[in-house]
């Protein structure tokens, strides 16, 4: 049976996108349960449309199962299904907006949530444009402020669930960068930002699957070939540089500097496996570059 509208009609309508109750006045555990095994099913479209809104005060819930299992999950499934109207979807993008321009975050959700919800929102707008060219600009200064800024690394709690901030930074990135309407230094930018975080200077190792995120990225990135030759071979150079140590046998006399070499090492694996499993002449160009890269580390 499909979740009954009635109790979501009653009081979704006055609930404010960033700064709802959660779970949303009116939805009890059971509904939320039937929600689930219904796919997030709903056939009412002002419901669904008010819900997705009211899901948002869930972004940064403490609970994972109200944070990734409702929210995140059924946001994602109605903006993949397209069964959210436009105006919904520019609200969406209002209300995650201001919650990241929001720092207060004192367990460490909320804003590495907002920018998992807005990758599904960033997703859809390259599917069917619904952000004007100023929206989109704001979100891909929006993704570069956020992924510079990083300096909260958790990421999987067998408590507290995910917090995931430089994989879900990247999924963002990731769907600004393939967009057609977002423009060549726009996405420089983008992949210069990402770099950053490939081996961050801070003690931490990714062992929560970043790289394969980070590689995603950029993987599609050097697929969609808005960028030249001459940028990747600089970007390769930069990250695969052990500077300011002479080579990378240096770096390893230091906790720190361990890191980084694992964390960059990761990286170029990953993007290595995943190019080589490419046919074409563009992912034999890439693994050319990971290759040469790679070569680096063993004095090559």
Known sequence: MKISITAFLLLLGSLSPAQGQCPP??????????????????????????????????IGDRDPALRDGLAVEAVAAWLRGKSLTSDTVVQLYDGLLAQLRDTRDPYGFRRPFAVLVLS?????????????????AALVDTAIGFINEINDYRGYSDTEGWRHGVAHAADLILQLAINPQVDAPAVER?????????????????????????????YFTWGRGVLDAAF??????????????????????????????????????????????????????????????LARFYGE
Request: overall charge positive; aromatic content about 6%.
């Open 25 to 58: 006045e009116g939805l009890t555990a059971a509904q939320i349960a039937q929600l689930r095994l219904q796919g997030y099913a709903i056939g009412d479209d002002d419901t669904r449309n008010r819900l997705a809104l009211a899901l948002l005060g869930c």
């Open 120 to 136: 599904e929102v960033a997703r859809a707008d390259r599917i069917d444009a619904v952000l004007t060219a100023q929206q989109r």
């Open 190 to 218: 983008l992949m210069n930002a990402l770099a950053s975080r490939i081996a961050p200077t801070v003690k931490v190792y990714y062992i929560h699957g970043e790289p394969e995120r980070l590689v995603r990225a950029v």
């Open 232 to 293: 990747w071979t600089r970007w390769f150079d930069a990250i695969s540089s052990p500077l300011p140590a002479a080579d990378w046998g240096q770096v390893m006399s230091n906790e720190r500097g361990l890191a980084r070499r694992h964390n960059t090492q990761a990286f170029l694996l990953n993007l290595a496996h995943v190019a080589r499993k490419g046919r074409g002449a563009t992912d034999a160009a890439l693994l050319a570059e990971a290759d040469r890269a």
